[in-house]
C-alpha cells in the first residue's frame, strides 16, 4: 500500500512544536512516507530531518516556507527541493530572519507604550527557542504569561491588524523572491492560497503572477479546506498547467483536527507536484 504524503510541515527551527527529529518519529507513526519540512524562511531543521528519515525508510524533501509581499499583502511561497548549500536565496533568509527578530522586539514595544504589558519580557521570550521567531512565538509568550487563553486568543486580542500589538513587515516583494526561490528549488508551491482574503480576482492575477515568475504548482489539498475551495484551486491550477500540491501545515501534536499526511486526494487533471521532485 503506498504511504501517505505530506509536503508541508513546520518544526521548532521555526513556529512548529517539535524539533526535527521528532516530527519525523511522528510522521513515521502516522504512516507518511514522503516527507517535506519546509519551516519558515529557514532550512535549518533539514539535516536532522533528513537524517531520522533515513532511519524510517521516509523519502525526504528538504524544503522552506518564504514570506512575501504581493499587493501589500503576506503571500507565503514554498520551495521544495531546496538546494540548501548553493541557494540563492541565503541572502534573502538572513535578511527576513534580521527583519523577523527586530519585528518581534518593536511588537513588544508596541504592547508595553499601548497595552502597559511586560512587552520586553513577552518579546525575550519569544525570541528564546533560537529559531526564526514568528508571531506565533509571540503568542505562545502571551498565553504563557496569562495574557490569552491560547495562541488564537493572543492573535484575537494582541497580534492581529487593529489590535495594539500589530506591527506589518516588509516582505520581500513576490515578483523578486520567488525567481530566487525558482532557481534554488526543484518546485514553488503556492501555499494555502485559499486562505488569503483576496477576491475571486485578485486570487485569478495572483496565480497569474505566480505562474509568470515561473512558479510550479499550487497548494489544491489541505485540511480545512471546503469543497469550493478545493474546486475553486483545482480549476485555476488547470487554467494555469500548474501541478498540485498537498500538506498539512502541520505545526503542533496539540491541534488534533490537523494530523500530518491527511487530506484529500488531488482533484483528476492535476499533475502531483512530486513528479517534479523525484530523485534524478
Ligand atoms: P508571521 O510571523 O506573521 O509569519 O506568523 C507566523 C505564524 O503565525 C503563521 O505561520 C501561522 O502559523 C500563525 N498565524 C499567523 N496569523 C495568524 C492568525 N491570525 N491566527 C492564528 N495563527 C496565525
Ligand atoms: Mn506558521
Ligand atoms: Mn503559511
Ligand atoms: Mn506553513
Excluded at 519525523?24 to 519546509?38: I, N, P
Excluded at 527576513?96 to 499601548?114: F, H, K, N, Y
Aim: charged share 25%; glycine share 12%; hydrophobic share 40%.
Amino acid at each position: 500500500m503506498p504511504g501517505l504524503i505530506d509536503l508541508h510541515t513546520h518544526s521548532n527551527r521555526s513556529d512548529g512544536v517539535l524539533g526535527p527529529g521528532a516530527l519525523v518519529a511522528r510522521a513515521a507513526e502516522r504512516g507518511v512516507t514522503l516527507l517535506a519540512l519546509t519551516d519558515h524562511d529557514t532550512v535549518d531543521g533539514c539535516a536532522e530531518a533528513q537524517a531520522a528519515c533515513v532511519g524510517f525508510g521516509i523519502r525526504f524533501v528538504p524544503g522552506i516556507e518564504i514570506s512575501t509581499r504581493w499587493r501589500g499583502q503576506a503571500i507565503h511561497v514554498v520551495g521544495l527541493g531546496v538546494d540548501a548549500v548553493a541557494t540563492g536565496i541565503a541572502a534573502q533568509i538572513d535578511d527576513v530572519t534580521r527583519r523577523r527578530r527586530e519585528r518581534v522586539l518593536a511588537i513588544g514595544e508596541r504592547l508595553a507604550t499601548r497595552s502597559r504589558l511586560p512587552g520586553r519580557d513577552i518579546a525575550a521570550r519569544a525570541l528564546e527557542g533560537g529559531g526564526v521567531p514568528t508571531r506565533m512565538h509571540l503568542a505562545r509568550s502571551l498565553v504563557a504569561l496569562g495574557y490569552a487563553d491560547d495562541t488564537q486568543h493572543a492573535f484575537d486580542r494582541w497580534l492581529n491588524r487593529d489590535r495594539p500589538g500589530h506591527v506589518p513587515v516588509e516582505w520581500p516583494e513576490l515578483d523578486t523572491a520567488l525567481p530566487r526561490l525558482v532557481e534554488s528549488c526543484r518546485a514553488t508551491v503556492l501555499a494555502h492560497p485559499h486562505r488569503y482574503r483576496l477576491s475571486g480576482g485578485a486570487l485569478r492575477q495572483l496565480v497569474t503572477d505566480f505562474t509568470a515568475g515561473g512558479g510550479s504548482a499550487l497548494e489544491v489539498s489541505m485540511a480545512g479546506m471546503s469543497p469550493g475551495d478545493h474546486d475553486r484551486l483545482a480549476s485555476l491550477a488547470r487554467r494555469h498547467a500548474l501541478a498540485g500540491s498537498a500538506g498539512s501545515d502541520f505545526h503542533d501534536p496539540a491541534v488534533p483536527w490537523n494530523p500530518l499526511g491527511r487530506f484529500a486526494k488531488l482533484p483528476d487533471g492535476i499533475a502531483p507536484v512530486t513528479e517534479r521532485i523525484a530523485d534524478s
